[in-house]
């Protein structure tokens, strides 16, 4: 089944890839290697998902708003493959920050819901390496951010 038949089935609605609001860009391609830039947890609605993972919004909260970091990348990613997710070899990496309380010790719980979107989107091609490590503040006062790195056919 093809990557963009799977986003069908499973009823997921993809973001607008939005353009980057700093000096860099929301993608890069390398040989065959596919660099995106950091995405922050913004609901469905464009609102932006703030707040400290441990006092503004529990694990599962954190788990949501990467979930939804996940669905910008793969908006990313479709945006940088002429909208042919069929380019795509692999996930090889992704990074998650997690905006989280000193005591705070479940940045893989939280990171996880995009860690799971992209396996469920990817299947076994969606497996990837990962870091999840928490921060005392993001860009824009957001509760989690997500980059990753794709590999190309």
Request: charged share 25%; net charge positive.
């Amino acid at each position: 089944m093809s990557y963009d038949n799977k986003i069908k089935e499973l009823k997921i609605i993809l973001p607008e890839a939005k353009p980057p609001v700093g000096n860099y860009v929301a993608t890069k391609i390398s040989g065959k290697i596919l660099f995106v830039s950091g995405q922050i947890s913004v609901d469905e609605n464009g609102q932006l998902i703030k707040g400290k993972v441990g006092k503004d919004l529990d694990t599962e909260a954190g788990y949501n708003a990467a979930k939804r970091c996940a669905l910008s990348i793969i908006a990313q990613v479709k945006k940088a493959c002429n909208n042919d997710l069929s380019k795509i070899k692999s996930c090889i990496k992704l990074t998650g920050f997690v905006n989280s309380t000193n005591d705070f010790t479940d940045q893989p719980k939280v990171i996880n819901g995009a860690s799971d979107l992209i396996a469920l989107v990817f299947g076994e091609s969606g497996m990837h390496a990962r870091a999840a490590v928490s921060s005392n503040s993001l860009p824009l006062g957001v509760a989690v951010e997500v980059d990753a790195v794709f590999e190309l056919k």
